[in-house]
């Protein structure tokens, strides 16, 4: 669902500040400077090579469409990106990302916190000091204990399911801890590896080293909060705002409204300028209907951030380009080969697929090189530490068409020389995949590899291609999926996909079910490392292994054809949201 390993230097400026520098940057941005550019747009690509139509304006309304709600707004039970990026209005952490364009953004920089962590016991302990004037909405000061209580709800998974499991798998890997609704302790605050010896202070303990311990606190699920407003399941209806906005109104899949928290004090806030008077959100799962609404001026932007359709797409870069930024992704569409479906048991034939695969074909289904994006070669995006155009296959080289030769070698050197056959299985509610799946079916067919697509509710990915047990029994050999980080370095992309200690009956996304002791071990290696260049540098042998094992095929590094409105001001792409604008930046001039 849902972003290179971060600079560790410290970034502590006021909300005006932040905003300052972003108009600093508008010269890359092409924008006008002042908010309001006459009805036009502020550029093609404005916001995606810089900060289109910066401004320090406050007032308005800023207007979100979207195809798909949060999957939840309670921040310990999100784990959409958009809903991550969405939840900066309304829910702060200790650190968060850096408001700035580009990979810049993805560097961490304090929040609730005075500073970044003070790291002691060989990596193993980080200490917080908290900020004065941080508030809830109703005035009342947020305290150690609140970050305590809110991201121990993590461990609750029988009441608030959905969301990160990071944070429990480093703070007790013994899953010892049941979650404060089971807490004996008198003030639920139970959980041995975090402690609060006062209001202002907060000291985690990890079982061992982990170099991207501070990711995981800058997800949602390390908000606090407050105790005596928490409503367990029923949370996500209306979560405490410790941000500058609180939920005046949510209707699941239909709107969302947002206003002004009076409480919050821009001084104690370093990340966000809180400049529009309200934030709505409507959804509306017509995807044609939605992109005409853009460009009709009556929302500013799509919540959702996956990119017009195709109608959308053609009539918004042919009459209103100045409205449109073409954004290059975190997210990698590619094949999983499940290696414990016959034949792919055999690395042999998983080669055979890749080099049979015309990626040319794939790349135009999903948009073509400026819509759908480039043709990918290895796992790692771009943005990641580690990432390079490591290119086993020559897939390069080849200008992304099939080498027949090779399939066919391929195929007779796993046995199967007049080909074998297979499932793929595709999300009909994604857009292209079932197109891509067909595309892919054509290419193989070639080689004598026969296929039959199965379109399936990706609602229901987790328990079909998320099961190893259905993905055997269903002879799902291939399966199309995506997938972006979950926090920028090689741990928050890779780890879920190919560490095999991450294999699991169900909502499984180690689909391959790679368990290389190798690979494995890379990331231990990695994670032991405080330096990002050196825990780059693991996770580059990590990606070259997997490529070299065949067990995924990456297709597309995604880009996609987004619309801003032309009243839309600090519009701008950061790698921390997957190249999503920076929603906590954005304002409107009226």
């Known amino acids: 669902m849902t972003p290179p390993r971060t600079s560790r230097t410290r970034r502590i400026a006021g909300a005006a500040l932040a905003v300052a520098a972003l108009t600093a940057t508008a010269a890359c941005g092409g924008g006008s400077g002042d908010g309001d550019n006459g009805g036009k747009g502020a550029g093609f690509n404005a916001g995606a090579k810089g900060v289109a139509n910066p401004s320090t304006k406050t007032g308005g309304t800023l207007k979100f469409i979207g195809k798909q709600d949060l999957d939840s707004a309670d921040p310990q039970r999100q784990y959409y990106g958009m809903a991550w990026d969405f ?58 204990k609140d970050i305590k209580y809110g991201i121990e709800r993590i461990w609750a998974t029988d009441v608030i399911t959905g969301g990160p499991q990071y944070l429990r798998q480093v703070l007790d890997p013994g899953e010892e801890y049941k979650g404060p609704y089971k807490d004996t302790t008198p003030d639920k605050l139970g959980l041995k590896a975090v402690q609060t010896p006062d209001d202002k202070t907060i000291v985690f303990n990890l079982a061992t080293p982990n170099g991207d311990f501070e990711q995981m606190l800058a997800m949602p699920s390390g908000s606090p909060v407050k105790k005596d407003r928490d409503t367990a399941a029923k949370y996500q209806l209306k979560p405490f705002s410790s941000g500058p906005y609180k939920f005046q109104s949510y209707t699941p899949k239909k709107s969302i409204v947002l206003v002004r928290n009076d409480k919050w004090q821009k001084a104690s806030d370093p990340i966000r300028p809180a400049l529009p008077d309200k934030i709505t959100v409507t959804i509306n799962t017509n995807l044609e209907a939605i992109d005409e609404l853009l460009v009709k001026g009556e929302y500013d932007l799509d919540l959702n951030a996956t990119g017009m359709a195709q109608a959308g797409r053609t009539k918004a870069l042919k009459e209103h380009k100045e409205n449109v930024d073409n954004i290059e992704t975190s997210f990698v569409r590619y094949v999983d080969i499940a ?53 086993p296959y020559g897939i390069r080289a080849r200008n992304g068409k099939p080498d027949v030769e090779a399939a066919k070698a391929a195929l007779k050197a796993c046995g199967k020389p007049s080909g074998f056959s297979t499932n793929i299985s595709a999300r009909s509610n994604q857009p292209n995949e079932v197109q891509a799946a067909e595309a892919l079916q054509q290419s193989l067919g070639a080689v004598g590899i026969r296929t039959e697509v199965e379109a399936i509710d990706g609602a229901e990915s987790a328990s ?126 009226e």
């Open 339 to 391: 290696t414990k479906v016959a034949p792919f048991n055999n690395i042999e034939c998983r080669k055979a697929v890749i080099y049979a695969t015309d990626y040319t074909s794939l790349q135009t289904v999903r948009g073509g090189p400026q819509a759908g994006g480039e043709i990918a070669t290895n796992m790692l995006p771009k943005g990641i530490k580690g990432a390079d155009d490591y290119d």
């Open 87 to 144: 939840s900066r209005f309304y829910a702060r952490q200790l650190v968060s990302y850096a408001t700035k364009p580009g990979a810049a953004g993805a560097e961490l920089v304090p929040d609730l916190a005075k500073a970044k962590g003070v790291v002691s016991n060989g990596g193993k302990t980080y200490t917080y000091q908290l900020r004065d004037g941080i508030t809830w909405e109703d005035g009342s000061p947020i305290t150690s």
């Open 464 to 589: 079909i291609t998320g099961s190893p047990a259905v993905v055997k029994r269903r002879g799902l050999g291939l399966v199309m999926t995506g997938w972006g980080p979950d926090f920028p370095t090689g741990q928050g992309f890779s780890q879920p996909l190919v560490d095999g200690r991450f294999i699991a009956d169900n909502g499984n996304y180690n689909v391959s079910e790679t368990n290389d002791p190798k690979i494995n071990k890379f990331f231990d290696d990695a994670l032991k490392e405080s330096d990002p260049d050196k825990a780059g540098a693991i996770y580059q042998q990590m990606n070259h292994t997997v490529a070299d094992l065949a067990v995924q095929m990456p297709f597309i590094y995604e880009k996609n054809i987004t619309w801003r409105s032309s009243r839309l001001t600090n519009a701008y792409s950061t790698t921390a949201y997957n190249g999503r604008y920076d929603y906590v930046s954005l304002g409107v001039a």
